[in-house]
Protein backbone atom coordinates (compact mmCIF):
# COMPACT_ATOMS: atom_id res chain seq x y z
CA UNK A 1 0.00 0.00 0.00
CA UNK A 2 1.06 3.74 -0.53
CA UNK A 3 1.73 5.55 3.04
CA UNK A 4 0.70 9.04 3.57
CA UNK A 5 3.26 10.69 5.00
CA UNK A 6 2.49 14.24 4.44
CA UNK A 7 -0.79 13.87 6.45
CA UNK A 8 -0.69 16.35 9.39
CA UNK A 9 -1.79 13.87 12.44
CA UNK A 10 -2.76 16.23 15.25
CA UNK A 11 -0.96 14.89 18.54
CA UNK A 12 -1.76 17.57 20.87
CA UNK A 13 -4.22 16.40 24.01
CA UNK A 14 -2.76 12.88 23.36
CA UNK A 15 -0.08 13.59 26.25
CA UNK A 16 2.52 12.90 23.99
CA UNK A 17 5.77 14.61 25.16
CA UNK A 18 6.79 16.29 22.13
CA UNK A 19 3.68 18.39 22.04
CA UNK A 20 1.54 18.52 25.38
CA UNK A 21 4.29 19.91 27.82
CA UNK A 22 5.40 22.55 26.90
CA UNK A 23 4.49 25.02 29.62
CA UNK A 24 5.75 22.08 31.75
CA UNK A 25 9.18 22.90 30.23
CA UNK A 26 9.07 26.14 29.69
CA UNK A 27 8.53 26.28 26.18
CA UNK A 28 5.53 28.25 24.29
CA UNK A 29 2.67 27.03 23.05
CA UNK A 30 3.13 28.02 19.59
CA UNK A 31 6.24 26.67 19.19
CA UNK A 32 6.59 23.66 16.06
CA UNK A 33 8.60 21.24 18.44
CA UNK A 34 11.21 19.12 16.13
CA UNK A 35 13.22 18.16 19.14
CA UNK A 36 12.39 14.78 20.61
CA UNK A 37 13.36 11.87 18.67
CA UNK A 38 9.83 10.10 17.61
CA UNK A 39 7.72 10.69 14.43
CA UNK A 40 4.55 12.77 13.67
CA UNK A 41 3.90 10.02 11.31
CA UNK A 42 1.57 7.16 11.95
CA UNK A 43 3.28 3.73 11.77
CA UNK A 44 2.78 1.10 9.47
CA UNK A 45 -0.57 -0.88 9.10
CA UNK A 46 0.28 -3.83 9.55
CA UNK A 47 1.58 -3.18 13.18
CA UNK A 48 -1.55 -1.50 13.79
CA UNK A 49 -2.93 -4.19 12.72
CA UNK A 50 -1.38 -6.66 15.15
CA UNK A 51 -1.54 -3.95 18.09
CA UNK A 52 -5.74 -3.91 17.31
CA UNK A 53 -5.74 -7.87 17.24
CA UNK A 54 -4.34 -8.15 20.02
CA UNK A 55 -6.32 -5.36 21.81
CA UNK A 56 -9.51 -7.34 20.96
CA UNK A 57 -8.18 -10.72 22.72
CA UNK A 58 -8.98 -8.82 25.61
CA UNK A 59 -6.47 -9.91 28.17
CA UNK A 60 -3.40 -8.49 29.26
CA UNK A 61 -1.21 -10.49 31.17
CA UNK A 62 1.98 -10.80 32.01
CA UNK A 63 4.29 -11.89 28.54
CA UNK A 64 6.96 -13.54 27.42
CA UNK A 65 8.36 -14.10 24.20
CA UNK A 66 9.24 -17.68 22.59
CA UNK A 67 10.75 -18.72 18.97
CA UNK A 68 8.37 -17.00 16.95
CA UNK A 69 10.06 -13.43 18.36
CA UNK A 70 13.12 -14.36 18.44
CA UNK A 71 13.05 -15.36 14.46
CA UNK A 72 11.26 -12.36 13.96
CA UNK A 73 14.24 -10.23 15.45
CA UNK A 74 16.76 -12.28 13.32
CA UNK A 75 14.53 -12.64 10.60
CA UNK A 76 15.04 -8.64 10.14
CA UNK A 77 19.40 -8.09 11.08
CA UNK A 78 19.70 -11.11 8.43
CA UNK A 79 18.29 -9.34 5.66
CA UNK A 80 19.16 -6.22 6.34
CA UNK A 81 22.65 -6.43 7.82
CA UNK A 82 23.44 -10.61 6.66
CA UNK A 83 23.94 -10.55 10.71
CA UNK A 84 23.27 -14.02 12.48
CA UNK A 85 22.23 -13.80 15.64
CA UNK A 86 21.37 -17.15 17.65
CA UNK A 87 18.06 -17.29 19.65
CA UNK A 88 19.72 -17.62 23.44
CA UNK A 89 21.27 -14.31 22.59
CA UNK A 90 18.80 -11.80 22.81
CA UNK A 91 17.71 -10.32 26.35
CA UNK A 92 14.76 -8.09 26.91
CA UNK A 93 14.44 -4.66 28.23
CA UNK A 94 12.08 -1.88 28.26
CA UNK A 95 14.34 0.96 26.64
CA UNK A 96 17.90 1.02 25.16
CA UNK A 97 18.64 3.94 27.55
CA UNK A 98 17.38 1.26 30.33
CA UNK A 99 20.14 -1.49 28.69
CA UNK A 100 22.92 1.11 29.19
CA UNK A 101 22.02 1.67 32.35
CA UNK A 102 22.00 -2.21 33.54
CA UNK A 103 25.34 -2.28 31.58
CA UNK A 104 26.63 -0.05 33.97
CA UNK A 105 25.34 -1.44 36.73
CA UNK A 106 26.69 -5.06 35.84
CA UNK A 107 29.94 -4.43 34.63
CA UNK A 108 31.11 -1.71 36.90
CA UNK A 109 30.79 -0.27 40.64
CA UNK A 110 30.26 2.65 42.24
CA UNK A 111 32.97 5.45 41.33
CA UNK A 112 34.22 3.45 38.51
CA UNK A 113 35.25 5.37 35.42
CA UNK A 114 32.58 4.78 32.96
CA UNK A 115 33.69 5.76 28.93
CA UNK A 116 31.43 7.75 26.34
CA UNK A 117 31.90 9.94 23.23
CA UNK A 118 30.07 13.69 23.16
CA UNK A 119 28.74 15.45 21.91
CA UNK A 120 26.36 12.14 22.49
CA UNK A 121 22.58 11.81 22.91
CA UNK A 122 22.48 13.16 26.68
CA UNK A 123 21.56 9.92 28.40
CA UNK A 124 25.14 8.26 27.59
CA UNK A 125 25.83 10.70 30.55
CA UNK A 126 22.87 10.37 33.03
CA UNK A 127 22.77 6.50 33.12
CA UNK A 128 26.50 6.96 34.29
CA UNK A 129 26.22 9.88 37.02
CA UNK A 130 22.54 8.15 38.29
CA UNK A 131 24.93 5.32 39.14
CA UNK A 132 27.04 7.14 41.24
CA UNK A 133 30.04 6.07 38.26
CA UNK A 134 32.77 8.77 36.90
CA UNK A 135 31.89 9.74 33.49
CA UNK A 136 34.92 10.45 31.27
CA UNK A 137 34.44 11.39 27.45
CA UNK A 138 36.73 11.29 24.30
CA UNK A 139 35.47 13.99 22.66
CA UNK A 140 34.89 13.56 19.07
CA UNK A 141 37.08 15.73 16.61
CA UNK A 142 35.04 18.32 14.47
CA UNK A 143 37.30 18.83 11.06
CA UNK A 144 36.51 20.46 7.72
CA UNK A 145 32.65 19.81 9.04
CA UNK A 146 32.71 16.23 9.77
CA UNK A 147 33.20 14.39 13.20
CA UNK A 148 35.65 11.88 13.91
CA UNK A 149 36.70 9.41 16.52
CA UNK A 150 39.74 10.74 18.44
CA UNK A 151 41.63 7.43 18.87
CA UNK A 152 44.89 8.83 20.52
CA UNK A 153 42.28 9.99 22.92
CA UNK A 154 40.23 7.34 22.97
CA UNK A 155 43.40 4.77 23.98
CA UNK A 156 44.31 7.32 26.89
CA UNK A 157 41.34 6.97 28.58
CA UNK A 158 41.32 3.09 28.46
CA UNK A 159 44.87 2.92 29.85
CA UNK A 160 43.91 4.95 32.86
CA UNK A 161 41.37 2.22 34.09
CA UNK A 162 38.17 2.18 31.81
CA UNK A 163 36.52 -1.18 31.58
CA UNK A 164 33.35 -0.03 30.11
CA UNK A 165 32.69 1.91 27.01
CA UNK A 166 29.12 3.33 25.89
CA UNK A 167 29.25 3.52 22.36
CA UNK A 168 26.83 5.35 19.89
CA UNK A 169 26.73 4.04 16.68
CA UNK A 170 25.36 5.48 14.22
CA UNK A 171 26.08 8.33 15.98
CA UNK A 172 23.53 10.74 17.95
CA UNK A 173 23.38 13.52 17.17
CA UNK A 174 26.29 14.23 14.81
CA UNK A 175 24.95 11.70 12.30
CA UNK A 176 28.22 9.71 11.54
CA UNK A 177 28.06 6.38 10.19
CA UNK A 178 31.18 4.80 11.20
CA UNK A 179 32.92 3.34 8.76
CA UNK A 180 34.07 -0.59 8.93
CA UNK A 181 38.10 0.62 9.64
CA UNK A 182 36.86 2.63 12.50
CA UNK A 183 35.05 0.24 13.95
CA UNK A 184 37.63 -2.53 13.75
CA UNK A 185 40.22 0.51 15.52
CA UNK A 186 37.76 0.72 18.15
CA UNK A 187 37.41 -3.28 18.40
CA UNK A 188 41.07 -3.04 18.26
CA UNK A 189 41.37 -1.03 21.63
CA UNK A 190 38.88 -3.03 23.20
CA UNK A 191 40.38 -6.19 23.10
CA UNK A 192 43.54 -4.82 24.01
CA UNK A 193 42.83 -3.06 27.07
CA UNK A 194 39.58 -5.64 27.98
CA UNK A 195 36.77 -2.83 28.06
CA UNK A 196 33.35 -4.14 27.51
CA UNK A 197 31.43 -2.45 25.02
CA UNK A 198 27.89 -1.75 24.53
CA UNK A 199 26.85 -0.56 21.34
CA UNK A 200 23.52 1.42 20.73
CA UNK A 201 22.59 0.97 17.06
CA UNK A 202 19.38 1.84 17.70
CA UNK A 203 19.15 4.55 14.79
CA UNK A 204 20.79 1.60 12.28
CA UNK A 205 18.05 1.29 10.02
CA UNK A 206 18.26 5.03 9.02
CA UNK A 207 21.60 5.14 7.25
CA UNK A 208 22.12 6.98 3.84
CA UNK A 209 25.27 6.83 2.64
CA UNK A 210 26.01 2.67 2.12
CA UNK A 211 24.86 0.10 4.65
CA UNK A 212 25.35 0.39 8.41
CA UNK A 213 27.81 -2.04 9.80
CA UNK A 214 26.92 -4.08 12.84
CA UNK A 215 29.65 -3.72 15.64
CA UNK A 216 29.80 -7.21 16.27
CA UNK A 217 29.79 -8.59 12.17
CA UNK A 218 32.79 -6.08 11.44
CA UNK A 219 34.81 -7.43 14.84
CA UNK A 220 33.48 -10.75 15.45
CA UNK A 221 36.38 -11.30 18.03
CA UNK A 222 34.34 -8.74 20.15
CA UNK A 223 31.54 -11.28 20.83
CA UNK A 224 33.01 -12.18 24.44
CA UNK A 225 32.72 -8.62 25.81
CA UNK A 226 30.15 -6.79 23.45
CA UNK A 227 26.40 -6.37 24.21
CA UNK A 228 24.70 -4.92 20.90
CA UNK A 229 21.32 -2.66 21.84
CA UNK A 230 18.85 -2.59 18.96
CA UNK A 231 15.04 -1.74 18.90
CA UNK A 232 12.41 -1.51 15.98
CA UNK A 233 11.47 1.81 18.34
CA UNK A 234 13.02 4.75 16.21
CA UNK A 235 12.69 2.27 12.99
CA UNK A 236 8.75 2.18 12.91
CA UNK A 237 7.93 5.12 15.65
CA UNK A 238 7.02 2.66 18.38
CA UNK A 239 8.86 4.63 21.53
CA UNK A 240 5.97 4.86 23.47
CA UNK A 241 5.67 0.72 23.49
CA UNK A 242 8.50 0.01 25.65
CA UNK A 243 10.75 -2.97 24.07
CA UNK A 244 14.43 -3.19 23.25
CA UNK A 245 16.62 -6.23 22.18
CA UNK A 246 20.13 -6.50 23.82
CA UNK A 247 22.21 -9.41 21.67
CA UNK A 248 24.44 -10.64 23.57
CA UNK A 249 26.68 -13.76 22.22
CA UNK A 250 28.39 -14.55 26.18
CA UNK A 251 27.11 -16.61 28.03
CA UNK A 252 28.53 -14.97 31.20
CA UNK A 253 28.22 -10.90 30.19
CA UNK A 254 24.26 -12.43 29.24
CA UNK A 255 23.83 -13.75 32.90
CA UNK A 256 25.69 -10.89 34.48
CA UNK A 257 23.21 -8.68 32.71
CA UNK A 258 20.17 -10.31 33.24
CA UNK A 259 21.15 -10.28 37.00
CA UNK A 260 21.15 -6.40 36.76
CA UNK A 261 18.38 -5.90 34.69
CA UNK A 262 16.17 -7.44 37.13
CA UNK A 263 17.39 -5.17 40.34
CA UNK A 264 14.91 -2.16 39.90
CA UNK A 265 11.60 -4.94 39.85
CA UNK A 266 10.46 -3.28 36.59
CA UNK A 267 12.39 -4.74 33.71
CA UNK A 268 9.06 -6.30 32.28
CA UNK A 269 8.45 -5.46 28.13
CA UNK A 270 5.14 -4.39 27.13
CA UNK A 271 2.58 -6.69 25.73
CA UNK A 272 2.21 -4.37 22.59
CA UNK A 273 5.59 -3.74 22.12
CA UNK A 274 6.35 -7.15 22.16
CA UNK A 275 3.74 -7.75 19.34
CA UNK A 276 4.58 -4.86 17.15
CA UNK A 277 8.03 -5.84 16.98
CA UNK A 278 6.91 -8.86 15.46
CA UNK A 279 4.45 -7.07 13.25
CA UNK A 280 6.93 -4.17 12.01
CA UNK A 281 10.08 -6.42 11.82
CA UNK A 282 7.83 -9.49 9.74
CA UNK A 283 5.40 -7.27 7.92
CA UNK A 284 6.70 -3.92 7.93
CA UNK A 285 8.97 -3.56 4.96
CA UNK A 286 6.74 -1.66 2.33
CA UNK A 287 6.37 1.09 4.86
CA UNK A 288 10.16 1.08 6.00
CA UNK A 289 11.22 1.71 2.55
CA UNK A 290 8.80 4.27 2.00
CA UNK A 291 9.61 6.67 4.72
CA UNK A 292 13.45 6.29 4.07
CA UNK A 293 12.74 7.66 0.70
CA UNK A 294 10.71 10.09 2.75
CA UNK A 295 12.90 10.90 5.55
CA UNK A 296 15.62 11.55 2.54
CA UNK A 297 13.31 13.69 0.87
CA UNK A 298 13.13 16.09 4.53
CA UNK A 299 16.80 15.72 4.71
CA UNK A 300 17.10 17.61 1.27
CA UNK A 301 14.56 20.29 2.40
CA UNK A 302 16.58 21.22 5.37
CA UNK A 303 19.76 21.34 3.11
CA UNK A 304 18.14 23.39 0.76
CA UNK A 305 16.98 25.94 2.79
CA UNK A 306 20.09 26.42 4.98
CA UNK A 307 22.23 26.96 2.04
CA UNK A 308 20.26 29.47 0.17
CA UNK A 309 18.67 30.76 2.86
CA UNK A 310 20.67 30.78 5.98
CA UNK A 311 24.52 32.18 5.75
CA UNK A 312 26.42 31.63 8.46
CA UNK A 313 24.52 28.14 9.43
CA UNK A 314 25.97 24.40 8.63
CA UNK A 315 24.53 21.58 8.32
CA UNK A 316 26.45 19.08 9.21
CA UNK A 317 25.91 16.24 6.42
CA UNK A 318 24.48 13.15 8.00
CA UNK A 319 25.53 9.74 6.92
CA UNK A 320 22.42 8.27 9.17
CA UNK A 321 19.63 9.47 11.45
CA UNK A 322 16.10 11.75 11.05
CA UNK A 323 18.16 14.31 13.46
CA UNK A 324 20.14 16.90 11.48
CA UNK A 325 22.94 18.65 13.67
CA UNK A 326 22.82 22.74 12.61
CA UNK A 327 25.84 24.62 13.52
CA UNK A 328 25.10 28.24 14.43
CA UNK A 329 28.17 29.68 15.81
CA UNK A 330 29.12 31.68 12.90
CA UNK A 331 26.35 33.82 13.80
CA UNK A 332 28.22 35.04 17.02
CA UNK A 333 25.24 34.49 18.94
CA UNK A 334 25.06 32.99 22.63
CA UNK A 335 23.25 29.10 22.93
CA UNK A 336 20.54 31.65 25.07
CA UNK A 337 20.30 34.02 22.07
CA UNK A 338 19.46 31.40 19.36
CA UNK A 339 17.10 29.74 21.68
CA UNK A 340 15.34 32.68 22.12
CA UNK A 341 14.81 33.66 18.81
CA UNK A 342 14.03 30.07 17.75
CA UNK A 343 11.38 29.77 20.35
CA UNK A 344 9.89 33.38 20.00
CA UNK A 345 10.40 34.49 16.89
CA UNK A 346 10.77 30.96 14.49
CA UNK A 347 8.55 29.70 16.69
CA UNK A 348 10.80 26.79 16.52
CA UNK A 349 11.34 23.69 19.34
CA UNK A 350 14.87 22.00 18.86
CA UNK A 351 17.78 20.74 21.31
CA UNK A 352 20.46 22.97 22.45
CA UNK A 353 23.01 21.49 21.69
CA UNK A 354 24.79 21.75 24.91
CA UNK A 355 22.58 19.06 26.24
CA UNK A 356 24.90 16.45 23.97
CA UNK A 357 28.06 17.64 25.96
CA UNK A 358 29.95 21.19 26.07
CA UNK A 359 31.48 21.23 22.86
CA UNK A 360 27.75 20.90 21.22
CA UNK A 361 27.56 24.80 22.70
CA UNK A 362 26.40 26.66 19.94
CA UNK A 363 24.64 24.20 17.79
CA UNK A 364 20.97 22.84 17.58
CA UNK A 365 19.31 19.42 16.64
CA UNK A 366 16.60 18.77 14.20
CA UNK A 367 14.21 16.16 14.53
CA UNK A 368 12.80 16.16 10.58
CA UNK A 369 10.43 12.93 11.01
CA UNK A 370 7.22 14.95 10.48
CA UNK A 371 5.08 16.03 7.29
CA UNK A 372 6.84 18.17 4.78
CA UNK A 373 4.44 20.78 4.71
CA UNK A 374 5.46 21.51 8.85
CA UNK A 375 9.14 21.08 8.27
CA UNK A 376 9.29 23.00 5.19
CA UNK A 377 7.49 26.11 7.79
CA UNK A 378 9.69 25.71 10.30
CA UNK A 379 12.40 26.45 8.01
CA UNK A 380 11.31 29.11 6.45
CA UNK A 381 10.65 30.85 10.00
CA UNK A 382 13.89 29.98 11.07
CA UNK A 383 15.62 31.42 7.77
CA UNK A 384 13.32 34.78 8.19
CA UNK A 385 13.90 35.00 12.23
CA UNK A 386 17.97 34.99 11.88
CA UNK A 387 18.48 36.22 8.11
CA UNK A 388 15.20 38.54 7.94
Known amino acids: ?124 KNVVVNNHRKMVSSDLILKDGKYYMDFESLEQRMKEGVKLFLFCSPHNPVGRSWTVEELRRVGELCRKYGVIIVSDEIHCDFTWKGQHTVLLKAVPELRDQCILCISPSKTFNLAGLQLANNIIPNDDLRRRFLEAKERPACDECNIMGIVACMAAYNEGEEWYQQVREYLLGNIDLVRSVVKEKMPGVTLTEPEATYLLWLDFRGLGLTEEQIEDKMLHEAKVWLNNGSMFGPMGSGFQRVNVACPRSVLAGAMERMARAFFG
Open 1 to 124: MKYDFDRVIDRRGTMAEKYDFAVKKGKPLDATPLWVADMDFATAQPVIDAIKARADHGVFGYTETDETFAQAVKGWWKRHYDFDIESQWIAKTPTIVYSLATAVRAFTQPGDPVLIQQPVYHPF
